[in-house]
């Protein structure tokens, strides 16, 4: 398949499960570079192995990657970069303490990001959203139940008996 030239459309008649994990987040963003600093002033490496156009964050065995908002849409082939509304996408923090939130929050605020909602106790815990300079939706949650491993890395399968 690699023989073949950029464009060339493959079919198949096998169906093949992909494994149950995911590798990469991608967020398409409107500039690489500004986005790019907004992750570095929170405090995450960017990745050496990237480029100003495809930059990468270690996230522990997978990795959130920024490219261009108009690079993205063109590739999935949609006819705008541009949606509007709610996306129904969000990505999620566990914060090691309730006291951790507020302050993960003001972090995202001074690199640069919007509060959306600020720390607040839930039935569960503590939680609060903010957005990237893209609109991307974060949520920054602590509650009992989660389990994490002593790396910070979530195990999916077991939960704090309450």
Not at 84 to 98: D, E, N, S, Y
Request: proline letters at 6%; charged letters at 20%; one cysteine or more.
């Amino acid at each position: 398949m690699l023989d073949q030239p950029v464009g060339t459309v493959f079919e198949t008649t096998s169906a093949l499960p992909p494994s149950q994990r995911l590798h990469l987040v991608l967020l398409g963003v409107d500039s690489v570079a500004r986005s790019a600093a907004f992750y570095e002033a929170l405090g995450w490496q960017r990745s050496p192995t990237g480029n100003d156009g495809f930059v990468k964050f270690d996230l522990g065995g997978y990795a959130l990657c920024l490219i261009s908002r108009a690079d993205f849409a063109k590739d999935a082939q949609f006819d705008s970069p541009h949606g509007t509304g709610f996306a129904g996408v969000g990505l999620i923090h566990i914060a090691k303490t309730p006291d951790e939130v507020p302050a993960i929050l003001a972090r995202a605020v001074a690199a640069g990001g919007r509060l959306v909602k600020p720390a607040t106790r839930t039935h569960w815990g503590v939680a609060g959203y903010f957005t990237d300079p893209d609109g991307h939706l974060f949520e920054v949650d602590y509650e009992d139940v989660w389990v994490l491993d002593d790396e910070h890395r979530l195990v999916v399968d077991k939960i704090n008996a309450q």
